[in-house]
C-alpha cells in the first residue's frame, strides 16, 4: 500500500467501518446486500492493513475484529435476544475432492480406525436454534453473531412442520439446530407477488427465508410458505451412540429431519454421494448449496472437539454455482407498474441448470457500468439462488471489435417522458404515471388485481378496454356500461354481466385494500394497511404531513416521500373524488360494538394465539377495550399468547402489569373473572 499519514489513515480508517457495519447490516440484517462478496472482501482487506501499519488505531469494534450479525437494529425490530447455551458455530469449506481426501486424514490421525460418516445436503437457508423442554418448544433463536441470537420462537410457530409439543419417548430438555428455508415454489411466489408490487424481489430463498423469519408480523410469516430441517442436536447426557440415531429419533418425535442424508463407511462413499447430489440437485424443489460431511460416532465427535470457529468432525463440500457463457444480443429497457425502468438482457439461448436462458436482468445502470458491459459480449450467467438469472461477469477477452456501449435511455422507451432518477435509489423511472400507457394498463392490472380490488378480469381485457379508449384513469372503470363490454372480442351477456357484478361487488372492499390497490409506489400490501389502521381513513392520510408519516416504525423516508408526491398529483385528487363517488371505502371500518365491558381499560397484545392477533385486537375492542402497541404504565393487561414478546413481558413485570391469557381475556368479558 502506497504510504499514507497518520491523519490520512486514521480517516480512511473510520469511513472504511462505517461503510463495512452498513454493509453488513445491509447482508445481515436487511438481507438485500448491495456490493458483491467480493467487494466486500476487498474494503475488509483494506481496513484490515490500515489497522496493522497504524496499531494505535485498532479497535475491539472494528469489523475486522467482529463478525456480522443478523441481530436487529432496535428502532425497526423488537427481538428479545438470548444466549445460546452453546455457542452456534459454523463449517469450514472444502472445494474439491483434494481438500475432502486432507479432511478424513486430519480425521485419521486422531481416530485411527475405520471411520462412518453422515453425508447430508446443506441446505441453503438461515440456522435455527429449537429449545425442546417437557416435548414442549420453549424458544427458538437465530444463530445471530454466534454468541446470542434473536428470540423469533412466534414467527418459528407459524411454520407447519415445526411442531409446539413432541410426541413419544423424549429426553427432558435437549436443544436441535436446523435450517429454515424456502422452498422454490414459494419463493417464486412470493417474488412475483413483490415483483407486482413494485417491492424489491429477494435475491435468493436463503434471504427471502431470513427476512421473512424476521418479520414482526406473525400472520405475515405464516403466509411465506417457510420450511424447516433439522440436522444437529445437543444435550446434556442424551441417549444416543450415534449423530444419525439421534436425528432419526428427533424424527420419531414428530421433528422434521432430512429424507436425503446417508451414512456411509468410506471417503469413496462420501465422494459417491456427493456426485449423485452434484446432477440430483436440480430436481430438487429447494437450494442446497453443497453436502455435509459429520463424523457420525458422537465419542469420536467428542474427541475431535472444536476450533474456534467450527467443530473439526464435520465440514462442507461446496458446490460451484453453475453458469454459462452466452452473446448478448441486445437490451430492452422494460417499464415496470410505477415506472421503474429495468435493462434486460436477451441472450442467444443457453442452458443452465435444467433450463434455457434466453433473458437475464441487468438491474440497474450502475449494474450496467460496474459490469462494463457492450451489446455484443460474451456474458457470463448464473442463477441467483439458482433461479433467476444474472449476468456476473463480462469475457472481456472474448470482446469483438464491433461491440456497442449500450445508451442508457433518456425518455421513457414507452411515453417518452423524461426519465428521472431520486437521490440514493438505483433505479431510474419515468415520472409521467398519468399518462404513459404501460404504467397506466398495469396500474389497471394491479387495481383489479386478487389482493387489491378482486375484480374478476384479466390482463387482456384491460388491454382491449384501454385501446378501446373507454378506460384511462381507475375511476373509469365503475362506469363503464354492458353495450361497451359487449364491443370486446368474443364477450357475451354472461361474461358482461360478472364483470359488472364484480365491479359492484368490490364496492365493499375494506378501505385497506382499496388503498393498497390505488398503487402508490413502495405501498405494498402490509404497508397499505398499516396506514389504513393507523390513519382510518383516506382524509387522514391525505392530511398527514412527512413527519406524521414516518412516526409509523415501518414507514421510511422513501415511502413517505412516495405518498406526499403521489397526494401532491391532481389528477390522482379526482381520482379519489370519483371513486368516492363510485361508492368505493375509504374509511377503515370501526369494529362493531358488542359490549363496554372492557371500556376504560387498556391492552397490549403479544404472542400467537388460536386466532389471529388482529381479531384479538378487533375482539377487545368491540367490548369497549382500547389496543396500544406498546406496554406503558397506563396499559391495564398484556394479553400474552404463545411465545410473547419478551421486552413487553419484562416491561409488564417491572411495571406491574397484569398478564393475562388469551382465555382469561375471553373470561374477562363474560364476567368470570
Ligand atoms: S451441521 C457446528 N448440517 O451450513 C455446525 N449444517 O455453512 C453444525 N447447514 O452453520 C452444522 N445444512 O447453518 C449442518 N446438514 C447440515 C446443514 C448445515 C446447512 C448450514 C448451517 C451451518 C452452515 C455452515
Not at 415445526?162 to 429454515?180: A, V
Amino acid at each position: 500500500m502506497a504510504k499514507i499519514s497518520k491523519s490520512a489513515a486514521k480517516e480512511r480508517i473510520d469511513q472504511l467501518r462505517k461503510e463495512i457495519n452498513g454493509h453488513n447490516y445491509n447482508y445481515y440484517v436487511l438481507n438485500s446486500p448491495v456490493i458483491s462478496d467480493f467487494e466486500f472482501d476487498l474494503m475488509l482487506q483494506e481496513l484490515a492493513s490500515l489497522e496493522k501499519m497504524f496499531p494505535e488505531f485498532a479497535s475491539a469494534d472494528s469489523p475486522t475484529v467482529k463478525v456480522g450479525s443478523d441481530i436487529a437494529g432496535k428502532k425497526t425490530f423488537e427481538f428479545a435476544t438470548r444466549t445460546h447455551r452453546y455457542p452456534m458455530l459454523s463449517l469450514g469449506n472444502t472445494y474439491s475432492r483434494e481438500e475432502l481426501a486432507e479432511f478424513s486424514d486430519r480425521i485419521s490421525k486422531t481416530i485411527p480406525e475405520p471411520c462412518s460418516y453422515s453425508c447430508e445436503l446443506k441446505f441453503d437457508g438461515t440456522a435455527i436454534c429449537l429449545t425442546y423442554r417437557h416435548g414442549r418448544l420453549a424458544y427458538a433463536v437465530t444463530r445471530g453473531d454466534g454468541v446470542k441470537g434473536d428470540d423469533v420462537t412466534a414467527n418459528v410457530l407459524t411454520i407447519k412442520s415445526i411442531p409446539q409439543q413432541l410426541t413419544g419417548d423424549y429426553p427432558d430438555e435437549f436443544e436441535i439446530r436446523g435450517e429454515i428455508y424456502m422452498p422454490f415454489e414459494a419463493f417464486n411466489r412470493l417474488n412475483a407477488e413483490r415483483e407486482e408490487i413494485d417491492e424489491r424481489p429477494f435475491a435468493n430463498p436463503r434471504n427471502a427465508a431470513s427476512g421473512s423469519l424476521k418479520l414482526q408480523d406473525s400472520n405475515e410469516v405464516a403466509s411465506r410458505g417457510l420450511a424447516c430441517v433439522l440436522y444437529h442436536m445437543l444435550g446434556e447426557d442424551l441417549p444416543f451412540t450415534t449423530h444419525s440415531e439421534a436425528i432419526a429419533a428427533a424424527g420419531s418425535w414428530g421433528l422434521p429431519v432430512s429424507e436425503h442424508s446417508k451414512v456411509v463407511d468410506s471417503i469413496e462413499d462420501v465422494n459417491r454421494y456427493i456426485d449423485y447430489w452434484d446432477t440430483e440437485r436440480r430436481n430438487l424443489p429447494f437450494a442446497i448449496d453443497g453436502i455435509v460431511i459429520k463424523v457420525n460416532r458422537l465419542d469420536w465427535q467428542r474427541k475431535l472437539g472444536y476450533t474456534a470457529k467450527s467443530p473439526r468432525w464435520a465440514t462442507a463440500y461446496k458446490f460451484k454455482p453453475d453458469r454459462a457463457l452466452t452473446k448478448l444480443l441486445s437490451i430492452d429497457y422494460q417499464v415496470g407498474r410505477t415506472g421503474a425502468i429495468t435493462p434486460v438482457a436477451n441472450l442467444d439461448p443457453v442452458p443452465l441448470s435444467g433450463t434455457v436462458v434466453k433473458r437475464a436482468s441487468l438491474h440497474n445502470k450502475d449494474q450496467m457500468d460496474l459490469l462494463d458491459i457492450r451489446v455484443g459480449d460474451f456474458v457470463y450467467v448464473e442463477k441467483g439462488g439458482e433461479i433467476i438469472p444474472k449476468i456476473t461477469e463480462v469475457d472481456l477477452a472474448k470482446r469483438p471489435a464491433d461491440a456497442t456501449v449500450p445508451v442508457f435511455p433518456k425518455y421513457c422507451p414507452d411515453c417518452g417522458a423524461e426519465l428521472v432518477r431520486d437521490e440514493g435509489q438505483a433505479k431510474h423511472y419515468c415520472p409521467n404515471s398519468n399518462n404513459c400507457p404501460v404504467q397506466i394498463k398495469s396500474g389497471f392490472v394491479h387495481f383489479i388485481s386478487r389482493k387489491a380490488m378482486d375484480i374478476l378480469a384479466g390482463d387482456a381485457t384491460i388491454d382491449q378496454l384501454y385501446e378501446k379508449g373507454y378506460i384511462r384513469h381507475l375511476s373509469d372503470l365503475y362506469s363503464l356500461t354492458k353495450e361497451q363490454l359487449l364491443t370486446l372480442d368474443g364477450w357475451k351477456d354472461k361474461s358482461a354481466d360478472n364483470l359488472l357484478s364484480s365491479l359492484e361487488r368490490s364496492k365493499s372492499v375494506p378501505f385497506n385494500r382499496v388503498f393498497y390497490a390505488l398503487g402508490i409506489r413502495h405501498v405494498g400490501e402490509a404497508n397499505a394497511k398499516l396506514l389504513a389502521s393507523h390513519f382510518g381513513s383516506i382524509d387522514a392520510i391525505m392530511a398527514a404531513d412527512r413527519e406524521a408519516l414516518v412516526q409509523i416504525d415501518e414507514v421510511g423516508d422513501i415511502m413517505a416521500d412516495s405518498i406526499i408526491r403521489w397526494f401532491a398529483d391532481p389528477v390522482n385528487l379526482e381520482q379519489i373524488q370519483k371513486l368516492k363517488q363510485a361508492g368505493l371505502k375509504f374509511e377503515q371500518e370501526k369494529t362493531k360494538k358488542v359490549s363496554d365491558t372492557l371500556s376504560g381499560s387498556i391492552f397490549v397484545v403479544s404472542g400467537v394465539f388460536s386466532v389471529s392477533r388482529e381479531e384479538i385486537k378487533q375482539f377487545i375492542e368491540s367490548h369497549g377495550g382500547k389496543t396500544t402497541s406498546s406496554v406503558s404504565g397506563h396499559t391495564t393487561y398484556l394479553v400474552a399468547g404463545e411465545a410473547p414478546g419478551g421486552e413487553k413481558i419484562k416491561k409488564a413485570e417491572k411495571l406491574g402489569t397484569r398478564i393475562i391469557t388469551e382465555e382469561q381475556l375471553r373470561e374477562l368479558v363474560a364476567g368470570e373473572i
